[in-house]
């Protein structure tokens, strides 16, 4: 029988990148003319990578961003970012503890980002994770990524996982939008990047720590759904 398998999404869940990310975002928007993103705004720009993080900023401030120079402000995002991995960027509490008692329990575990694969791989190498993880894919590891639920799936696929034994992990709707649309229980934590809270999306199950994310409450969600028990 095929192994039962965690994917996990990466920023804002398993790993608190917001450090890194709100300087590498703001390195890029010093070149041009709108100010920097303070800490406490960034949630409004975050999830779904460099890209939409520029365009979002450009955006607030109703500034035109001509395709040309949202590449080269990305470029130098990308820069920044990759020169200074790990930077201040950190699991979260709990996270190896939850990593480690999957692998003793016979899970596979994954990751499924929409951040770029070789920085993804490079975060999770530097932060001695990447021996987890039976697949690390990003937005450009396939001709899709979330929310398309494909990504989830492949990447499912390509860890040797079934869709069937399986529990996404994530912190956003495109997360949640992602595993509901692969058929796929998904767990979600209320400390990531996002500024509406996760419920308005209906998650299967809310966390606020790693741990609660336990092998008896995979193994309800997983049967649950399919039909085979409950979730008290």
């Known amino acids: 029988m095929t192994r039962p398998i965690i994917v996990f999404d990466l920023d804002g869940t398993l790993i608190d990148t917001a450090p890194d990310l709100l300087e590498s975002l703001n390195h890029s928007l010093a070149t041009g003319p709108i100010p920097a993103v303070d800490s406490a705004g960034f949630k409004r720009f975050v999830g779904h990578g460099g890209r939409i993080m ?4 450009y955006r607030e401030h109703e500034v035109e961003l001509p395709l040309d120079e949202h590449d080269r402000l990305f470029d130098l995002f990308i820069d920044h970012y990759n020169i200074n991995i790990p930077g201040k960027s950190r699991p979260y509490p ?6 480690d008692r999957f692998k003793e ?6 990751v499924c980002t929409n951040k770029h694969e070789v920085p993804a791989k490079a975060l999770l190498t530097a932060l001695g994770l990447d021996k987890y993880f039976a697949a690390i894919t990003g937005q450009d ?3 899709f990524r979330k929310p398309d639920p494909r990504h989830l799936t492949e990447t499912i696929a390509l860890a040797g996982g079934d869709p069937e034994r399986a529990v996404m992990v994530g912190d956003s709707q495109t997360d949640i939008d992602t595993a509901k649309a692969a058929g796929i229980p998904v767990v979600a934590d209320d400390f990531g990047y996002t500024d509406r809270h996760v419920r308005e999306f209906e998650p299967t199950k809310i966390i606020s720590h790693f741990d609660e994310l336990t092998v008896d409450l995979a ?8 039909g085979r028990a409950a979730v008290a």
């Not at 709990?94 to 990593?99: I, M, T």
Request: aromatic share 8%; charged share 10%.
């Open 219 to 226: 193994e309800q969600l997983i049967a649950a759904a399919h």
């Open 94 to 99: 709990g996270v190896v503890a939850a990593l």
């Open 141 to 143: 590891t396939f001709a």
């Open 54 to 57: 520029i365009e979002r900023a």
């Open 105 to 110: 329990a016979g899970y596979l575990l994954a």
